[in-house]
């Protein structure tokens, strides 16, 4: 069974630094990682996705990698803002499963300080 | 903007009532997904419809249903509403192809209260 799993559970750092979020995964039999933004209440922004042949992913300030083998995604921020203050969730979509369906972590609570 | 809506945007019912929840599926799009998400946790699935057939379910029971129309619209219900259905709960549509599957869009999602 699939689990993903995202560490740290929260993060609050003061504005301008670089940071990075992990996310574990049980199963690396994955079409696909994906890195979403969430604010309060709201719903799902994807950042960026990740294909299981690729490394990694670029968008802005934001890079993702992906080591499919060892089961590992990373998720880094460059030069934090206060706009960027969210919860980050990491999801897979597992190859065994013919369903499009993503498994999510937790997430990991983002408050970036002015 | 993903051109994913939802509707309501939020709802409170009572325990044991019926609901129904709606999406509007992105122009194009023939797969919608349901997720539930409970406070401070990830979404879980609950079903995918691909072209008005339910195409996997997760572990949800069967008082959670759905439909999904010839527009590509769906719709959410669940029976007997219990207290720990209380969540938001949030829609995907995508194109699914034989080729290549694209992303998930999101929609805002429905906050529903049970009390």
């Known amino acids: 069974k699939q689990e993903v799993t995202q560490i740290p559970a929260a993060l609050s750092v003061p504005e301008g630094e670089n940071l990075v979020l992990n996310c574990s995964f049980t199963?690396?039999?994955?079409?696909?990682l994906q890195w979403f933004r969430q604010d309060p209440g709201k719903g799902l922004t994807s950042l960026l996705l990740i294909q299981s042949s690729q490394r990694e992913q670029t968008s802005g300030r934001l890079n993702a990698s992906l080591d499919k083998s060892s089961g590992r995604s990373t998720l880094y921020i460059a030069a934090s803002q206060p706009g960027d203050s969210a919860t980050y969730l990491c999801a897979v979509r597992p190859a065994t499963s013919g369903t499009y369906k993503y498994i999510f972590g937790t997430g990991t609570r983002l408050k970036v300080l002015a | 903007e993903t051109g994913v809506t939802q509707s309501p945007t939020h709802l409170i019912k009572t325990r044991g009532q019926q609901v129904t929840l709606r999406c509007s599926s992105q122009s194009g799009h023939n797969t919608v997904s349901w997720y539930q998400q409970a406070l401070g946790q990830g979404p879980q699935f609950i079903f995918q419809?691909?072209?008005?057939?339910?195409?996997g379910r997760g572990n949800f029971p069967p008082r959670f249903s759905g439909l999904q129309f010839p527009n590509y619209s769906s719709e959410l219900n669940v029976n007997a509403l219990e207290l720990d259905d209380s969540a938001l709960y949030l829609c995907?549509?995508?194109?699914?192809?034989?080729?290549?599957?694209?992303?998930?869009?999101f929609g805002p999602g429905t906050r529903l209260t049970v009390l």
């Open positions: 199963d690396s039999a994955i079409y696909n």
């Open positions: 419809y691909y072209r008005e057939e339910e195409n």
């Open positions: 995907a549509s995508s194109l699914v192809r034989e080729e290549s599957t694209d992303t998930q869009y």
